[in-house]
């Protein structure tokens, strides 16, 4: 299946179904009013749908269909079954097929299906998507539809050509749905037109490599009056090279890469690939950085960031090569970009602006990065804090924690014995090894990791924050528990940012430079506005 | 870099698929009642369809299908239509695995008891509710108290909507 | 019309209860609040209270489905008992005096008033509220069950008396004692769903089961006696020896149908078990670290089964659970004998068979577990558990076994395992 960026003729209202569809799966609640399906999960639904990058998911939900139908049938308890189509909640549901069947294997990670070597595994974090999926087919094929292309995997013990075919079924009868609903994609004038701008200032420099913070500060100073492409803000500005970087960046790594292109994709005629689509797509999506996670997982539960640090963190760009390429940008996006912001919005409300650029004599830009390492620190302390929190429970993700915080500790045999064999089988030595952890007594002037746990419990009586107090529960624990690891990646997300992209200039020329630039283009933007 | 670049293709055809992803899920007028909202409101006795929602279900005739066929796929009794009103005003259906049955009170005649006997106790979970639908199609809802021994009895108005479509041979009655 | 006001004690304040009306035999009695069609909680207890076997009232009344109307929520213990007592009573006398009784207490098959918990603070809240009652205090009369021995003489003027016996309480209440126990309405099922059962078939059992007693003289008391003793077979026996005498057979199966009419009500049973898993035999020893899991009727898994447990519970007081947990490790019955048979453990309301394994469960093996449920627990020889736990459950011999024990008044239920 493919698809020229030539034909992009947008069909008004014929994506009005799915549409309402889509938002109706967004809509959907948990029992506490929450939402049943993330952001993330929605957003990653709604990539399947419009790159039509359906072929692998529906494959997987076609093995999680005959797993989750293992025990009676009955696979919309499992899907339905949990309150909130999360990792945790599938991994708490499926721990009750332990051993149901020789074909189906539970293990930490995931559940398998088949024998020997021919076995498929459906990781937890992947099946929230596949629920949203299923819940797709269903609003829009119909639910008798699916429980007829489905009836075959609910026949107990399952040859692979059976979960085939249901996949097959599933995507023939999307294929159909999605010809009449979705339209072809519209070509999108700005970033078209930013890049044929980078193109013509390249040089020799190919992929990313043109797009520079020289040519976001150009593109900038160029059609910011322009009437004809959106690009007054730095910010807008900013948006459209970032999304470029990280999409060319992608793009050229899925042709690095040896992935499996569909057959017959013409790339000279300027056919693309829907799982490379896909993937870049995925790559685009902002909301996927280790920030999110960590939003995501935590909600209101357990505070490791609060709004207002979330906030200035969601300035850098985590998880993509942005830092990297436009280091100055990224920084003069998060203190003149917020400038400008302020402008426009006293505009909007017809009060005149006050243009105020900040004092170069102030390090605003070193002042940033400050900021950022202040926040990132008091993150770290919450982490320690939920080492005890962790360690007082019993939680044996305390372990990891403990590891991730001291790696330098000499953790002798209890990290030895801690490994997990292939199947992620608790083993006895394991077991012995968390015993001996949690037998530990929290000693500030004992051995190592006494010590470390005496640090962390001192680290929690002074933290007040929701998740973090005696008593939030039990609830609280698990919420750390599942949100540590992408705590963890949040930290080093920030500290690399930090210390590699945005750590190696010297500010302090940019920010005398950009003071006068910037100062100068919104005189020409804005006191000409109010002169009109 | 050529137009025909193939990673410049790829990047510039996801970003237009990126900005139609993020234009598909800005909601529009129309909300579809999600099939999670119809499970919950079919497998959970403490979830009420919101008026709105019920509206929603009442002009979506995709909706109404998936609705009937959760409620019909694997019930623990199924009770069809029957051929003729009681005329005693009592009403009693009986299938193999359980009776329904529709008793007036004596101690107060604008009440109705509605008791719910099944068999094979120990062999099945117990119904937890039973869905009515009327011969309009419109399904109507009761949730059962916990069954003491084979037994749930529940005291209904006997003009009320569920109670009337109970008395009604024409409807069709699931218990789950 | 009886003139006494009947009040519940509380501890949120007295309950009045402010009609009882009689319903159809097929529902359940049920306690209204204030006359809405709210069914409190308490009404399967109350149902329970009122019908047949264990139910007082209906033994007393001949009915045996009520509507009580309260003004008040009452919650779901048994206190409101002796008070609905007096109720149901005073409904059925005319009383010219106006009488104001506050009870509480539980009341038992043999009519006697059980302690209950918190009277203090009941009669506390009773103090409270009195002045607020608007009732002559000089003709009322407050109840509570003889172990309250700290209990005040009197509140507002309203003497408090313990009681130890419903009629005790009756008397208190100027009620007269009811001149005889009602007959039970011969040998209808326990409910029979909707079906209305007709007066003269109420009074040609009454007429019968009289006629039984005569007939039956020695044997009735030989019996019951051999019943109570739990001593089945023997009873069996005992009956079997008369059945070809003169008139024997009639009286043995008169007899027969009395012990089903008299037997606890079914109830419901609950059974759950579980077994303990461990990835190799080795691990079995190690208790604390065994998987536990629900049992479903096949185990399809890989792990080791080191242990069952199977626990069954029964919600009727006064049923008596037993039976035997038969283990079968080449498969049910293919052996002369079961390598093991479980007892398990009494308990109140159940019993818990537990099987640790010694010959550990390979593909083909078998468990299965018969519950024998009744008045008393069986005493002495049991031949039916041969085939009771060795036949196919849907086999002749399985079915003779049952109905053989299902003649003598009591339930069988059997649950089978395998490891496929």
Known sequence: ???????????????????????????????????????????????????????????????????????????????????????????????????????????????????????????????????????????????????????????????????????????????????DHLPPVQRQRREHHFLGYADAHAGNRSGADVINDDVVMAYWRSYAASEDVDAKTFRSVYDTARRLVVALDAAADRFAGAYARSIGTDLEAGEVDPADVDAVVAAIDADTGPLDQVLETCGDTVKFINVGEADVLNELPLGDSTARRLPVSVLRNAVFGAVQLRISTALRRGVAPVIEIPDPAKGYYTEKLTAYAAIVAGTERLAMAALWSLFEAGRAEAVDLALALAPDLDWGQLARSAAEDADNVVSLDRAG??????????DARGDELAALLADARRTWRGV????????????????????????????????????????????????????????????????QGRKR | ?????????????????????????????????????????????????????????????????????????????????????????????????????????????????????????????????????????????????????????????????????????ESEVYLR | MSQVAVHILTTEGPVAIQRITEEDP?????????????????????????????????????????????????????????????????????????????????????????????????????????????????????????????????????????????????????????????????????????????????????????????????????????????????????????????????????????????????????????TLLAEDAAACADKTALEKRRMTQVYTGTAVVCSVEIRAVSDVRGRVVIGRLAYWPNGLGNEDRATRVMRGSHENSGRTWTLEFAQLPEAGAALRLVIISGAVDINGSQPWYQDLLSAHINSAAFAAARDRLQRLGFDTHALDWRRK
């Open chain 1, 433 to 442: 090894a968390l015993r001996q952890f949690f037998a530990v007594v929290p």
């Open chain 3, 26 to 274: 097929g529902v359940s009695s049920v306690i209204c609040l204030d006359g809405l069609a709210q069914v409190l909680p308490a009404s399967p207890a109350y149902d329970a209270f009122v019908r047949r076997p264990i139910g007082v009232i209906e033994r007393t009344t001949g009915h045996g489905a009520y509507r009580m109307d309260v003004s008040a929520r009452i919650d779901e213990g048994r206190s409101w008992q002796l008070a609905a007592y007096i109720a149901h009573i005073a409904q059925q006398q005319e009383t010219s005096e106006e009488v104001t009784v506050f009870a509480t207490g539980e009341v038992d098959s043999e009519l006697k008033v059980r302690p209950v918990e918190r009277v203090s603070l009941k009669l506390e809240a009773l103090a409270r509220q009195l002045d607020a009652l608007g009732f002559n205090t000089e003709k009322a009369i407050i109840l509570v069950p003889e172990n309250e021995r700290d209990a005040p003489s009197q509140i507002g003027g309203v003497p408090v008396r313990r009681v130890s016996t419903a009629s005790e309480a009756l008397a208190l209440a100027g009620l007269a004692a009811p001149t005889s126990m009602k007959v039970p309405s011969g040998n209808i099922p326990e409910r029979e769903s909707g079906r209305r059962v007709p007066s003269w078939a109420i009074l040609a059992g009454v007429v019968l089961v009289a006629a039984a007693f005569f007939w039956i003289g020695g044997d009735f008391a030989r019996w019951s006696s051999l019943a109570e003793q739990g001593r089945i077979l023997d009873l069996e026996q005992d009956m079997a020896a008369v059945e070809d005498t003169f008139l024997g057979g009639w009286r043995a199966a008169t007899y027969r149908k009395w012990r089903n009419v008299t037997k606890p009500r079914i109830g419901r049973l609950d059974i759950d078990g579980s």
């Open chain 1, 1 to 179: 299946m493919t698809a020229t960026i030539e034909n992009l003729n947008l069909e008004e209202g014929k994506s009005e179904v799915l549409r309402a569809v889509l938002a109706g799966i967004m809509e959907s609640s948990a029992s506490d009013g929450g939402p049943r399906y993330s952001e993330r999960v929605c957003r990653a639904l709604a990539r399947i749908i419009v790159c039509r990058s359906y072929a692998k998911p529906m494959l997987e939900l076609s093995h999680l269909l005959a797993i989750a139908s293992a025990r009676d049938g009955r696979y919309e308890e499992v899907f339905w079954g949990v309150d909130r189509a999360s990792t945790g909640e599938f991994r708490r549901a499926f721990k009750l097929f332990q051993g149901i069947r020789p074909d189906v294997r539970v293990s930490s990670n995931g559940v398998r299906r088949g024998h020997g070597a021919d076995v498929f595994e459906i990781s937890y974090r992947r099946m929230p998507l596949l629920a949203a999926l299923l819940e797709f087919m269903i609003m829009t094929v119909g639910y008798p539809a699916v429980e007829t292309m489905t009836a075959g995997l609910r026949q107990g013990e399952l040859a692979d050509e059976n979960v085939l075919e249901a996949a097959r079924a599933m995507q023939r009868s999307l294929y159909g749905y999605l010809k």
């Open chain 1, 464 to 527: 007040n924050r929701a998740g973090f107090r005696d008593g939030d529960g039990e609830q609280a624990v698990d919420v750390i528990a599942e949100a540590t690891p992408w705590v963890l990646r949040l930290i080093s997300s920030v500290r690399r940012t930090l210390d590699r992209d945005l750590g190696q200039i010297d500010w302090s020329g940019h920010e005398h430079a950009d003071a006068t630039s910037f100062a100068e283009m919104f005189g020409n933007l804005y006191d």
């Open chain 2, 1 to 169: 870099m050529a137009a025909n670049d193939p990673v410049r293709n790829l990047a510039l055809a996801a970003l237009d698929a990126d900005e139609m992803l993020r234009d598909l899920l800005v909601p529009g007028a129309d909300v579809r009642l999600s099939f999670s909202e119809l499970y919950r409101y079919v497998n959970d006795p403490a979830f009420e369809l919101s008026p709105a929602a019920q509206d929603k279900l009442s002009a979506d005739p995709a909706a109404a299908a998936d609705l009937e066929r959760l409620i019909a796929a694997r019930p623990f009794a199924y009770m069809p239509r029957q051929a003729a009103a009681s005329t005693s005003g009592a009403v009693r259906r009986e299938v193999e695995r359980a009776v329904l049955t529709l008793t007036p009170s004596r101690a107060t005649p604008a009440q109705v008891y509605l008791g719910v006997e099944i068999v094979d106790l120990e062999n099945a979970d117990v119904p937890t509710h039973l869905f009515v639908r009327s011969p309009s199609g419109a399904w109507l809802r009761q949730a059962l108290p916990a069954f003491s021994g084979n037994r749930a009895q529940v005291l209904l108005e006997a003009n009320s909507a569920i109670a009337n479509a109970l008395s009604t041979p």
